[in-house]
């Protein structure tokens, strides 16, 4: 089983980037999927979560700005980040969870001019 995620960069505060996390050898329809975060020094935490049927939820912080989405038929997911803020910086991970709980490596995202 493999989550691979990738898009993270530097960006100015006030843009926009657009993570993704394909998976593999699992049945991708079946899980739940999320995008957490960790910043330095800091616990991880969820930013948004969606789940099998489509039903989607955010971290307070990040509500208006993110946007999580699927695509089963590439078994991947996507966070669209708009609007980001330098609070914004981490290491964002994917994580999808059915009977087991996966994890992928994460993917460093920095908001600064």
């Known amino acids: 089983v493999q989550l691979q995620a990738c898009g993270g960069g530097l960006v100015q505060p006030g843009g926009s980037l657009r993570l993704s996390c394909a998976a593999s050898g699992i049945i991708f329809s079946r899980y739940a999927v999320a995008w957490y975060r960790q910043a330095p020094g800091k616990q991880r935490e969820l930013v948004a979560h969606?789940?099998?049927?489509?039903?989607?939820n955010y971290a307070d912080s990040v509500k208006g700005r993110f946007t999580i989405s699927r695509d089963n038929a590439k078994n991947t997911v996507y966070l669209q980040m708009n609007r980001l803020q330098p609070e914004d910086t981490a290491d964002y991970y994917c994580n999808a969870w059915y009977n087991m709980n996966y994890w992928g490596k994460g993917t460093q995202v920095t908001v600064s001019s």
């Open positions: 969606i789940d099998t049927g489509g039903s989607t």
